[in-house]
């Protein structure tokens, strides 16, 4: 492996493997395993799957490619980047809305994912617990939240290496090992085809606009593009990786996982519950799936752990470069130590996350506080940081890096990085990739926005 020009104090991957496992990481969230299995479900089941599976391939994968060259070919985080490559101040907000983002980001993700830690006891302990009673005492939510923010700053602060390479490889199997465990044990529950059926047997007949646009947004926001993080990753490769492959291979976890998702908690839900219609919405994974764990013989409870395990792993190694990209921002612009900036932005998150954690408190400010939006009114602080920050922020992010290295650069320079130690890229790929940030995904992501402020008909929420 060829030496980087980088200085040293920003840190590089051991291995292509430690990359692919870290941003593979990074895009396999709770958006995968909680997130797509109830979109699923309200978007007619296998038909949104068939749709979502086309978006990524023709438009997340291409943003995908954009922000790991843009990372690579600067050596810096989503501000430093756009410097780098000579963008003005105007464009260079997009990279700080990116730090901005996923700071923001982390602290009201660690709220769902502290509610993660809290299911993981009750389930092994097999004490039942009403998820609306659980979120609404803050003794029990704020601990938790900031006990996983902690983990996340502990893994940060052993740097690039020897902290998220060596956390995502141990990390990433785990994740693949317990979901391949559940969904093998779902779908050989009696009553399951049904379940198998209603996710992997499309529909076309189902699909329409408002499919289309879910698909669409749930295909970038899945696969962390606009947050920076790819920038962010991409900026400690060494020049002769192959970021095809890479990008290839972050792409397929992400799909798998989201997939496999699927089939751990469909056939599961159609099997022993049969009343329970598919669309349940955000509390289907706390609400529905520990009745599922209860019926399942023997040995339900273990499972309902390894089920929320594998929530907790999922969100542990997005947050860990949710905080990545801010702290990789200090130490390049403001010459911070790595320990400083993930300390500050560690705690500073905690104090961030109480609002969000309170939310769920019927009566409290945090619970009523509410703004209207193009028609759509947000309602609660949690609620209006998924919005602003989770996903309107994204959107525009996406929109002006396509237009970044599409337009205003010349995108020649960044298909030229891509191709860097790689010859399959020549060629046809390269003028299809060139083609689709300079049109298509511009074009699709203006949709996905004319959606959210309901140009469309009712505001979608953009994916």
């Not at 141990?170 to 399951?192: D, E, H, K, W």
């Not at 490769?237 to 997939?259: E, F, H, Q, R």
């Not at 203006?446 to 008909?457: A, D, K, P, S, Y």
């Amino acid at each position: 492996m060829q030496k980087s020009s980088k200085t040293p104090s920003r840190g590089q991957w051991g291995s292509s493997f430690g990359f692919i496992m870290a941003a593979g990481g990074s895009a396999v969230g709770l958006g995968n395993i909680w997130r797509f299995p109830y979109i699923t479900g309200q978007n007619g089941g296998g038909a949104f799957v068939f749709v979502y599976l086309i978006c990524v391939l023709l438009v997340g994968l291409p943003l995908l490619l954009n922000e790991v060259a843009l990372g690579r070919k600067s050596g810096k985080n989503p501000v430093g980047a756009i410097k780098e490559t000579g963008g003005s101040r105007f464009w260079q907000s997009s990279g700080v809305l990116c730090v901005v983002v996923c700071f923001a980001v982390l602290s009201y993700y660690s709220v769902i994912a502290g509610w993660t830690i809290g299911y993981i006891f009750t389930e092994l302990i097999n004490i039942p617990i009403d998820f609306e009673v659980f979120i609404q005492t803050p003794h029990y939510v704020i601990p938790l939240c900031m006990l996983f923010i902690l983990m996340t700053v502990i893994v940060v602060l052993g740097g690039i290496s020897g902290g998220i390479e060596k956390a995502a490889k141990f990390l990433m199997p785990l994740l693949f090992i317990i979901i391949i465990l559940i969904a093998a044990r779902a779908v050989t529950l009696p009553g399951a085809t049904k379940g198998i059926e209603y996710y992997l047997s499309p529909d076309f007949s189902k699909i329409n606009g408002k499919v289309i646009l879910s698909a669409l947004g749930q295909a970038f926001f899945s696969l962390s593009v606009g947050w920076g993080l790819m920038i962010t990753f991409g900026s400690y490769l060494p020049k002769d990786n192959n970021i095809i492959k890479s990008s290839a291979w972050i792409a397929g976890m992400d799909s798998t996982v989201a997939l496999m998702g699927g089939l751990m908690i469909f056939p599961a839900l159609f099997a022993l519950l049969p009343g329970v219609s598919p669309d349940e919405g955000p509390a289907l994974v706390f609400n529905v799936l520990p009745r599922v764990f209860d019926q399942i013989e023997p040995f339900g409870n273990i499972i309902g752990g390894m089920f929320f395990l594998l929530l907790l792993v999922a969100a542990l190694t997005s947050s860990i470069s949710m905080l990545e990209v801010p702290v990789a921002y200090f130490i390049d612009e403001r010459k911070w130590s790595r320990k400083r900036a993930a300390w500050t932005l560690g705690i500073g998150a905690m104090f961030l996350s109480i609002p969000s954690s309170l939310t769920a408190v019927k009566g409290n400010f945090f619970n009523v506080m509410h703004i209207s939006f193009f028609g759509r009114d947000i309602v609660g602080f949690f609620d209006l940081m998924d919005f602003f920050f989770g996903t309107l922020a994204i959107v525009i992010i996406c929109l002006m890096l396509s237009l970044y290295s599409g337009w205003v650069k010349n995108i020649k320079t960044f298909a030229a990085e891509l191709a860097l130690g790689t010859t399959s890229f020549e060629g046809l790929p390269q003028k299809a990739w060139i083609f689709f940030i300079r049109w298509v995904c511009p074009i699709v992501i203006i949709l996905v926005i004319l959606n959210m402020v309901g140009v469309f008909g009712e505001p979608g929420s953009g994916g």
